[in-house]
């Protein structure tokens, strides 16, 4: 499930309890903005919705925002709904919304997140460190991610590892659904946007592969096991997403470097 997927389902939601109490839904936003708690503890998303109108219809936001937890709670796709602080909603998906995105990713390809091509990206950019090959060069951090990931594919082969079909629901690690939640949301991105979107998922990847509790690949004698095929599966969407990245502002996507 992508974010404009959710901020429809909370908005909906929303719709739903301000008419079951006599309240003004036309004070709702066209669009319900989320954002990605600082700490996964808080869960997938947040929004803070009911702060934002719970003025306008006379309400407590706090109150608001427990109503509207509790209408999206066992939600399609939503595995828990809680209300926090004066008007917040942290919202956790479940594990098949989560990876929902990577089959969507495997079913289009090059198609995923299609958009026109994007100039001037990371114009910004010092040019003296965009020549370097350093990690702090958000252009070599994100195409040096690519180059990790198309690494990990290769060297797959060699343990004739075939991730088509694997469980995706074995990829838990916080550094897993982190990179799972950013994938999804590269289809709704502004264009304007893709750049620093790269730059998050190359981030995200990176801190994914140096974490130990989540190696990709099996090691020495170890035998390929069902999580070492969900995580190449994911590697697979991950390298994929970073190439339609790269492709959309005009950057080449190396395989090695």
Known sequence: MNPAVLAEKVR???????????????????????????????????????????????????????????????????????????GFVNLRLTAAAMTGVVADVEARG?????????????????????????????????????????AVVHNSVKFGMDPAGADLGLVTHEREGAVIRTLGEFEVLAADRVARYLERLADALHGWYDTPECRILPQGDEEVADVHLARLRLSRAVRQVLANGLETVGVSAPERM
């Not at 808080?42 to 427990?66: K, M, Y």
């Not at 091509?117 to 702090?136: C, Q, S, Y």
Request: glycine share 10%.
């Open 12 to 86: 909906a939601a929303a719709v739903e309890v301000l008419a079951d109490r006599g309240l003004d839904s036309t004070v709702l936003p066209e669009s319900v903005d989320l954002r990605r708690p600082d700490d996964p503890a808080h869960g997938d998303f947040a929004t803070a919705l009911p702060l934002r109108i719970g003025g306008l219809v006379g309400v407590p936001p706090s109150d608001l925002a427990r109503w509207l937890a509790v209408a999206l709670a066992g939600g399609d796709g939503i595995d828990s709904a809680e209300a926090a602080g004066p």
């Open 110 to 150: 090059a198609r995923y997140g299609a958009r026109p091509p994007v100039t001037g990206a990371w114009h910004d950019v010092d040019p003296d460190l965009r020549e370097r090959r350093i990690r702090a060069n958000p252009v070599f951090n994100v195409q040096y991610a690519h180059a990790r990931v198309c």
